[in-house]
């Protein structure tokens, strides 16, 4: 259910009056729907009509036409299409746009009085941006279909397609001139930025070399200049350029934020144009513009679900499901996986394995030796994740490598002589790591073993296979349509050892593979063939020796398929059957399902403890309760009583101090990576509970399952799996749905495996997202985005960023200058859909940092953090501040939108989008920001307390400190609701009743 602690209105026409009602009003009086009027567009394209009557907007995904002295606009597409940048037909009678109806945007048209639109381009590629000629016989647009943006002209005729431009950059933004003979363009060319004309068939001409980003090309209607809008350091305006001579001029002001779209014209002399939310009509040469008011009239759901329930009391033991990496050894006998942060043997035949770890650190990544005597693993024994090897035969482990940052991925050489791994950035799983390999064949008198980089780093790759002759290794990699947008498709990629180059493969041309960690591909021994995940399902292709494919590839299960592993004959292969060890034989089919017998159990601790708190802030109210005792029985709180010295039980003298509940962290990424010490980490900044919208869901299980059982000190974990994405994909850790059946098995392991929430991500259709949300909500899962509209309008729950990654090169929710309208606000407010703005990832740690480099003093970021990261997150900071003042000055903005927010009753809350920013200390710097942006202390800590909790469905346990709620609290000196700063000085904390010094989580086990 979608929860507000304001009165949301609801606008309905009464006598012309316009009457608010609160949400329980409207449903008490059997009202259904919310109607919000929207005057203002965040990055909204216009256009006029060639007659000068109408005007064409794309507001949130719509195309709308209003009269062109304003009024009350009419939407002529449905919400779902995501249509952008309209353009009349010169005939007025048809309006063309890019949507993507289809997954991808492709370029359509439609009637001006509405109708069935009609689809012009199709294929995998992405068109964008179209433009009329003048005489209605061709359209112009860019697409990627040639490796990367170009110009393209479609003849309506008969369909044909002729590329016009061929330069290895992007080339973007056409439009035809007035006389239709040449069409101008934008390129980000390395050598050549700037603003080009072509004339179709001859040569192209540089009219305005730039450096800005530059967008929305557009003819003045004498054909004299160019009209574009130039982003350059932050600040956004309207400028044209003399054809003639290539002088430039800005037209707008500073203040003025123009939006990146073309202009139209009423005449040679007067324009309309986009910017600051609104409709501006201004002639050349004025200081002014002429605003044209307009409404747009948006009816909004009031729907409600049951919410997934949770038992934080059961002591029942669960099956184990985390379980993070399988591998079968080369005999067939048994399999490796790890598990409850240990490794594990299963013997084939037997229920119950065998622990060969077993400690506070963590073990995981297990991959068998060619002979089976050995396993390789990442462990965080001596505090990061290193490569070890266990001797199986002995039991003895030693330490492969060990470098400064994390390792993970070992995988061995057919020869048994070499393990390739990887060397991870501080981002872990979401960002770049670099290949090695070390030798493990070394003598005793070498003090360590020869390790060597074998290829530059890679954006989140897979786990590196070998060929069977040890010449070449095969990962799964991003390949990107261009270097405009950064999403692709996972392919893999072929690396040679002997000078070749890198080459992709792909048995699925423009179809991604599955995840890219330890799904694929996997050279079988004998170096014939290699296995895979595509659309959730095992697969298998041919090979040559050097990874070339050759034949048909053969689709081997029918079932969710994870993890695949060869045995030694290569004859069949281990797979994870979304929580079931199950092997396929390649010959004939036939599966073979391994049962295991391993589960956990939820640790609560026993007895009574008495908090006496100085000041207790509730999570509720805006001032404390002094001088009280919290009751604890076990886990969770008993009772709230005025002070009384003598009272049974342990006491925590907190009597000098102030209690406040256990923070949220409502969006980070994690990863075993980070080792043990991430649990830690978490719990020494006061954070209790963390939700995780996007991870490998056994990796996030592994974390759930240990932090809840006891066996680490770690926060509550929420999470979900893999972000949900359409066709194209960008990290590691998302997945490319590509048919309903694939939809349906993803959904149905969600809940299988009792994700907390399902995470849709960019390039994700609306009507397929639509019917994951409704999937979600008969199972009692909230369902989250990067979007707001037309998601909001079918009950998606909740909205990541106020900026964030948006697959039109541009954000619906906030404009290159930091600025979101009252569409935004408003419908955001009204809907009820919660926002975690991650305010500090879009610029607030560094400029919070740059005001105050004393927040690297924080003695929880001292403790975890080197003194090299810190140095270097403190030296980009400022590094970008110097390449774009813009950044610092404009953050202002963005504050300003999260005030608007929460003063129109909008639901926020605080996550961070950590690794990007800190673990931990970024958290805090949101809340900061959040006070810095006018909020009250009070209003910053319910972000990440009550209203976190009700965002995760949790608030009947977790988010305020009450007789019957869980015991989440932590215990810091200062007074948080006067100075939020003293929210990180971070005392105790006590998760679930257990009680845990500063000193305690900051010690290495």
Not at 383 to 391: A, E, F, H, L, S
Not at 581 to 592: P, S
Request: glycine share 8%; net charge neutral.
């Amino acid at each position: 259910m979608k929860i507000s602690h304001t009165l949301i209105g609801l606008l309905t026409a009464v006598s012309g009056w316009l009457v608010l009602l609160s949400p329980a009003l409207a449903r008490a009086n059997g009202v259904d729907s919310i109607r919000v009027t929207v005057t203002e567009g965040t990055n909204m394209a216009a256009d006029l009509s060639p007659d000068k009557s109408q005007i064409a907007i794309d507001l949130q995904g719509t195309i709308w036409v209003l009269p062109v002295a304003g009024g009350v606009a009419r939407p002529v597409t449905d919400v779902l299409g995501d249509c952008r940048q309209p353009n009349w037909s010169p005939d007025g009678k048809q309006i063309v746009f890019h949507s993507f109806w289809d997954g991808r945007y492709h370029i359509w048209t439609v009637s001006a009085v509405g109708g069935k639109p009609k689809q012009l381009t199709s294929g995998v590629y992405d068109d964008r941006e179209p433009h009329w000629s003048p005489d209605g016989k061709q359209v112009v647009f860019s697409s990627d279909r040639s490796g990367n943006y170009d110009i393209w002209q479609l003849n309506l005729a008969d369909g044909k397609l002729t590329q016009l431009t061929k330069d290895p950059a992007n080339d973007f933004s056409p439009a035809f001139s007035p006389d239709g003979k040449q069409v101008a363009f934008i390129s980000d060319r390395t050598n050549a930025p700037g603003i080009y004309i072509v004339t179709p068939g001859n040569t192209e001409k540089l009219v305005s070399p730039s450096n800005a980003k530059l967008a929305g090309a557009a003819w003045q209607p004498d054909g004299s200049h160019l009209f574009y809008n130039t982003l350059n350091n932050s600040q956004s305006g309207l400028e044209t350029v003399s054809i003639a001579d290539s002088k430039t001029q800005m037209l707008t002001e500073a203040t003025d934020d123009v939006f990146p779209f073309r202009t139209s014209w009423f005449s040679a002399g007067e324009y309309l144009y986009t910017a600051s939310g609104l409709l501006k009509r201004r002639k050349i040469g004025s200081t002014t513009a002429q605003t044209i008011p307009f409404q747009a009239i948006i009816t909004l759901p009031r729907n409600t679900y049951k919410r997934k329930t949770y038992d934080f009391d059961s002591r029942t033991p669960q099956p184990v499901r985390g379980i993070k990496g399988t591998a079968i050894s080369p005999d067939g006998k048994q399999i490796a996986f790890a598990a409850l942060g240990d490794l594990w043997l299963l013997a084939k035949g037997t229920k119950i394995p065998e622990r060969l770890t077993q400690g506070p650190t963590m073990e995981v990544e297990p991959t068998w030796s060619p002979d089976g005597t050995k396993l390789a693993y990442v462990s965080d024994r001596n505090g990061n994740m290193d490569v070890w090897i266990r001797d199986l035969k002995t039991g003895q482990d030693r330490n492969l490598v060990d470098m400064a940052d994390d390792l993970h991925y070992p995988s061995w050489a057919p020869d048994g002589s070499k393990i390739a791994f990887y060397q991870s950035d501080p981002r872990n799983a979401w960002g770049r790591s670099t290949l090695y390999i070390a030798d493990v064949t070394y003598t005793a008198d070498v003090t360590a073993p020869k390790t060597r980089k074998v290829h530059e780093s890679l954006f989140v790759p897979s786990q590196a296979t070998w060929a069977a002759d040890g010449k070449t290794m095969a990962v799964s990699a991003l390949h990107p349509y261009s270097s405009r947008y950064r999403e692709g498709v996972s392919e893999v990629l072929l690396i040679s050892f002997d000078g070749k180059n890198d080459r992709y493969v792909s048995p699925a041309p423009a179809h991604s593979l599955a995840t890219r960690g330890q799904n694929g591909p996997v050279w079988s021994p004998d170096g014939t063939k290699m296995a895979y995940v595509l659309d959730g399902l095992l697969w298998v292709t041919d090979v040559k020796a050097d990874g070339t494919i050759t034949g048909t590839p053969r689709q081997l299960t029918t079932e969710q398929a994870e993890t695949p592993t060869w045995t030694g004959d290569s004859k069949s292969l281990l797979f994870l059957a979304t929580d079931v060890f199950k092997q396929i034989y390649i010959a004939d089919g036939h599966l073979e399902t391994h049962p295991m017998d391993l589960s956990w159990q939820l640790s609560q601790p026993t007895g009574t403890v008495v908090v006496h708190a100085g000041r207790l802030f509730d999570g509720k109210s805006n001032t404390y309760q002094t001088n009280v005792d919290i009751v604890l029985d076990g886990h969770r709180i008993k009772a709230i009583l005025p002070h009384q010295a003598g009272r049974p039980g342990k006491l925590i003298d907190a009597s000098t101090k102030t209690v406040i509940p256990g923070l949220f962290e409502m969006h980070t990424h994690q990863h075993s990576m980070a080792g043990e010490k991430i649990g830690r980490l978490w719990l020494s900044f006061g954070i209790t509970s963390v939700r995780e919208p996007g991870a490998d869901p056994y990796d996030a299980l592994e974390r759930k399952e240990s932090w809840a059982g006891g066996l680490r000190p770690g926060p509550r974990q929420f999470f979900t799996g893999g972000l949900t994405d359409g066709t194209r994909i960008y990290y590691g850790a998302a997945t490319s749905i590509n048919s309903d059946e694939q939809l349906d098995r993803e959904l149905n392991r969600a809940v299988r495996l009792g994700y907390d929430l399902i995470k849709t991500y960019v390039r994700m259709p609306d009507a397929m997202q639509q019917r994951i949300t409704a999937f979600a909500h008969a199972h009692g899962l909230p369902v989250s985005s990067h979007e707001i509209f037309p998601a909001m309008r079918y009950d998606v729950d909740a909205v990541e960023h106020i900026g964030g990654t948006s697959r039109r090169g541009y954000s619906p929710k906030i404009t290159a200058m930091n600025r979101s309208y009252q569409d935004v606000i408003q419908l955001l407010a009204k809907s009820g859909m919660n926002i975690t703005p991650t305010a500090s990832l879009q610029g607030g740690l560094a400029v919070l940092g740059t005001k105050d480099p004393s927040i690297y003093e924080n003695r929880q970021y001292r403790a975890f953090y080197s003194e090299d990261y810190s140095n270097a997150l403190q030296a980009g900071s400022a590094q970008y501040a110097k390449i774009s003042p813009g950044y610092l000055s404009n953050f202002g903005n963005l504050q300003k939108g999260v005030k608007a927010l929460v003063d129109a009753g909008a639901h926020v809350t605080a996550g961070t989008d950590s690794p990007f920013v800190p673990y931990g200390l970024s958290l805090h710097t949101e809340l900061q920001v959040f006070v810095d942006a006018g909020l009250t202390p009070y209003q910053a800590l319910r972000s990440a307390t009550l209203w976190a909790a009700e965002t995760v469905g949790v608030s009947k346990d977790l988010g305020s400190i009450e007789p019957g709620k869980l015991a989440d609290l932590v215990i810091v000196n200062g007074d948080p609701l006067t100075n939020i700063r003293d929210v990180s000085n971070v005392d105790q904390v006590i998760r679930n009743g257990e009680v845990f010094s500063l000193e305690q989580l900051l010690t290495r086990p």
